[in-house]
Nanobody, 129 residues
């Protein structure tokens, strides 16, 4: 399984970025996908998830209203539109995937970084003036 993230970079506060992640080696449409991040000196944290099977997207409170996750099953790609970026959004952003095992993917499961069995290599986002 490979999850290849790209599209990070340096941006001023208030700016936007749209990283993407291309997946291979897995049945993409059968996997929940998510973006996770790790800021310098901190643990990995959940950012956003796009469940498979028609479930609603899930967001961390810190990014709700500013970030939008989307997935294109035909292109096996997941995106993260990041608007109104803040210095505290500075982190390495990872895309991740989890096989669908149950009918319902709960919000608690979506927000738990341990749910995701496949992780990409990360793309760095720096928000600074």
């Amino acid at each position: 399984v490979q999850l290849q993230a790209s599209g990070g970079g340096l941006v001023h506060p208030g700016g936007s970025l749209r990283p993407s992640c291309a997946a291979s080696g897995l049945i993409f449409s059968s996997n929940h996908v998510a973006w996770l991040r790790q800021a310098p000196g901190k643990e990995h944290e959940f950012v956003a998830a796009a469940p498979t099977g028609g479930g609603s997207t899930v967001y961390a409170d810190s990014v709700k209203g500013r970030f939008t996750i989307s997935r294109d099953n035909a292109k096996r790609t997941v995106f993260l539109q990041m608007n109104s970026l803040k210095p505290e959004d500075t982190a390495v952003y990872y895309c991740a995937a989890a096989r669908r095992r149950t009918i319902i993917f709960t919000t608690a499961e979506a927000k738990d970084v341990r749910t995701y069995e496949y992780w990409g290599q990360g793309t760095e986002v720096t928000v600074s003036s």
